[in-house]
């Protein structure tokens, strides 16, 4: 609902700020509380999902023997911590009524380089297959949509059922 681009397609994104807007303050307010603890909530499972490398289930690749040599770790998505330490959930929007959970446009690593750019590059790899996918974001993401939407139902209906 509330979680752009993943779980709403962004061509309906302002169709469904529109109809939230509409929605009472009352149902807004239980809203607001769920988005966030529902943000929280694949924040940390995302997380976990890097540490048992398998983000939503489905297990990474293994690592070329070059990249563990270089790196020296087997460890897909983790080296200095610096990803995992950049996914963060965050209220926004209209009303607080959004939330981004994700790596930050302006997220940086410890040398100043981009660490959305790095993000970017393990979910969707490189043009040229250089480097391979590693994705985190899009299977956490799948995993828990049918909870996410559950959650977020629930919240509205709670509100309303409070408010009759």
């Known amino acids: 609902m509330a979680i752009r681009g993943v779980l709403v397609n962004p061509a309906e994104w302002a169709a469904v700020r529109s109809v939230v807007s509409r929605l009472p303050e009352s149902v807004h307010g239980n809203l607001r509380r769920q988005l966030l603890r529902t943000a929280l909530k694949i924040e940390r499972e995302m997380k976990l999902g890097i540490r048992n490398q398998a983000p939503g289930g489905v297990p990474l690749r293994a690592l070329k ?9 087997s460890k897909a998505l983790i080296d200095t911590g610096s990803l995992l330490r950049s996914i963060q959930a965050e209220k926004g929007g209209p009303n607080d009524l959004e939330v981004f959970v994700g790596v930050k446009r302006t997220a940086r690593r410890e040398d100043g380089k981009s660490q959305f750019d790095v993000a970017l590059t393990m979910e969707f790899g490189t043009k040229d297959e250089h480097i391979a996918p590693l994705p985190f974001v899009r299977p956490t993401f799948k995993a828990m949509k049918d909870q996410i939407e559950a959650e977020l139902a629930g919240a509205v209906a709670d509100a309303f059922r409070l408010n009759l």
């Open 65 to 73: 023997p070059s990249t563990i040599k270089r790196k020296g770790s």
